[in-house]
């Protein structure tokens, strides 16, 4: 079993200093007997189930909202079912027709939000779930305000992977919360530009995104609340998102690092 994040904001009702620690060391038990980190939250929870790579679900607002599920429909069938989709990219590790298939199939309400560039390589069967967002859209689903942030690469050597203008990271607004999913990029004006970023998915492999020293200085610069390095295997294995905490931390303790279970 994958692990899973629960995310939720601090509750604002005073205790006593004794039942505080009592429920703290009642937590802490809960917490370990489950896999499971959890603060408590004044309206909303947000809970982060890895699947592999690029692939996640995350639910906010108390809907299942999943990102680029690719592979076999079956890593999914333990996660809750999908109220949207979101697709960053036409690569077969963000977008895979099949998948897509399967884990709409039992229902036609299921709503794919994409890019123009992925509506086109999407078959007929699909495409009556498509709402096509591109760079600096603005859309409003299940009360979350969603914009699509561009992505794409910088270094002269990997511009062709990810052009400017064609992949979408996304940007999510709910419940005074921000949630950024940076998809195949690098350290752009748009990332750094970010302000008030509760939590950030920032991606790092070579040669197809960027190196982790490149990703930590953009983190350094946008400084979210806490962010979750994904995308981390490249052509040659996994990036050391090790000594990317250590980066981030080491320069800007505030910054929390959390590696959760991609691979």
């Excluded at 998948?99 to 709409?104: K, S």
């Excluded at 603005?138 to 690469?153: D, L």
């Excluded at 190196?211 to 390095?229: C, H, R, S, T």
Aim: one cysteine or more; charged letters at 30%; glycine letters at 4%.
């Amino acid at each position: 079993m994958k692990k899973i994040l629960l995310v939720s904001v601090l509750s604002v009702s005073l205790f006593a200093c004794k039942q505080e620690n009592k429920e703290a060391k009642d937590q802490q038990e809960i917490s370990a007997a489950v896999e499971e980190k959890s603060e408590e939250k004044e309206q909303d929870s947000i809970k982060v189930i890895p699947v592999e790579h690029a692939s996640f679900a995350m639910t906010l607002n108390n809907k299942v909202f999943y990102f680029d599920p690719v592979g076999d429909a079956d890593s999914y069938s333990e996660l809750p079912k999908p109220d949207i989709i979101f697709v960053t990219d036409i690569h077969g590790d963000h977008m895979n027709a099949e998948t897509l298939l399967a884990l709409t199939e039992a229902n036609s309400a299921i709503q794919i939000i994409c890019p123009k560039a992925v509506l086109k390589q999407l078959p007929e069967e699909l495409q009556n779930r498509l709402v096509v967002m591109n760079n600096d859209d603005q859309k409003e689903f299940f009360g979350v305000q969603v914009k699509a942030i561009p992505m794409y690469n910088l270094r002269e050597e990997a511009k062709d992977f990810h052009v400017k203008g064609r992949g979408n990271g996304y940007l999510f607004s709910v419940n005074d919360r921000k949630i950024y999913v940076s998809g195949d990029t690098e350290g752009i004006p748009e990332m750094r530009n970010l302000k008030d970023i509760d939590l950030a998915f920032v991606c790092m492999n070579l040669p197809y995104t960027m190196p982790i020293d490149a990703a930590a200085d953009a983190v350094l610069d946008f400084k979210p609340k806490k962010v979750y390095p994904y995308h981390y295997r490249g052509k040659d294995g996994m990036s050391d998102v090790e000594q990317f905490e250590n980066i981030v931390t080491t320069n800007n303790p505030e910054i929390e690092v959390e590696i959760l279970d991609w691979y």
